[in-house]
């Protein structure tokens, strides 16, 4: 079995906990994403990096909140965490 079944099936199996955490660390990472991406200045490629932060944090929070298949919320979770962190570590740099 893959890496990522073996979390998958984890993330099912203790869903409603999993997803409480996820949601609060999901979008403290977010917040602090927007904010050091405002920190670089209002141009438009900051613009689009906050277009992107936004619409994974929303969208993954609106995926929790419609109760979508876990598999779908666990896969936007993934989503998110790496392309904030990603554009975590370019804005502080």
């Given at each position: ?27 403290c ?46 896969n ?18």
């Amino acid at each position: 079995m893959s890496t990522y079944q073996n979390l998958l099936n984890t993330y099912k199996s203790g869903y409603y906990g999993f997803t409480t955490m996820s949601v609060m660390v999901q979008s403290c990472l977010g917040g602090l994403t927007a904010m050091f991406i405002l920190m670089n200045g209002v141009t438009p490629v900051q613009m689009v990096q906050l277009f992107f932060t936004v619409v994974l944090c929303s969208g993954f929070n609106g995926a929790v909140l419609a109760q979508q298949p876990p598999k779908l919320v666990f896969n936007l979770l993934i989503a998110s965490v790496v392309i904030n962190t990603l554009l975590l570590i370019v804005n502080v740099v």
